[in-house]
């Protein structure tokens, strides 16, 4: 019986296994499982929970809606739904709002503006820091901003803070 002679390349003549009457008839109804409420959670924190392990997820977008910024704001499957072990389910990341007020940052430091800027929803890249000078504030704050705050803007716009450049006289 010399078998190892021939390269093991697949073979036609493998035998064809009818497994359908099998699919058709289970012996054991699989065990279901309840789809959670994912809305308004971040992934990570879905992730750590133990039951979650028995669906799969994927991450198929990110759009703007009204739950927070990273938060899920879309699954594809409703909650309350029982499916089967490793059921994928896709979710939609948010943006947070396309819509919003912008925050008041004048009087802070430039680390909490932008702080204060990205949790508000606007993007790292379209922060831009100026500097003006003007004895009649603090050194080192932002003193004027654009938009003004509470102005309703969408948060892809360019914001501008100026941080002021005067040092402050306390040397005399």
Request: net charge negative.
């Amino acid at each position: 019986g010399n078998n190892n002679s021939q390269p093991s390349t697949p073979s036609n003549s493998s035998p064809v296994i009818d497994n359908s009457s099998e699919e058709s008839y289970p012996d054991d109804i699989e065990k279901l499982y309840i789809v959670p409420n994912l809305l308004g959670s971040y992934l990570s924190e879905v992730l750590e929970v133990e039951e979650n392990e028995n669906f799969v997820f994927e991450i198929v977008g990110k759009e703007y809606s009204s739950h927070p910024r990273g938060t899920i704001c879309k699954q594809s499957v409703e909650k309350d739904t029982e499916v089967e072990k490793d059921t994928k389910i896709e979710v939609v990341i948010s943006l947070g709002r396309k819509d919003f007020k912008m925050p008041n940052v004048l009087n802070k430091t430039e680390m909490e503006a932008k702080l204060e800027l990205l949790k508000a929803g606007f993007l790292y890249e379209n922060i831009e820091v100026l500097e003006k000078y003007d004895e009649d504030y603090a050194p080192g704050q932002i003193i004027e901003q654009y938009p003004a705050a509470g102005e309703t803007v969408n948060a892809e716009i360019g914001i501008k803070i100026y941080i002021n450049t005067y040092e402050g006289d306390d040397y005399y």
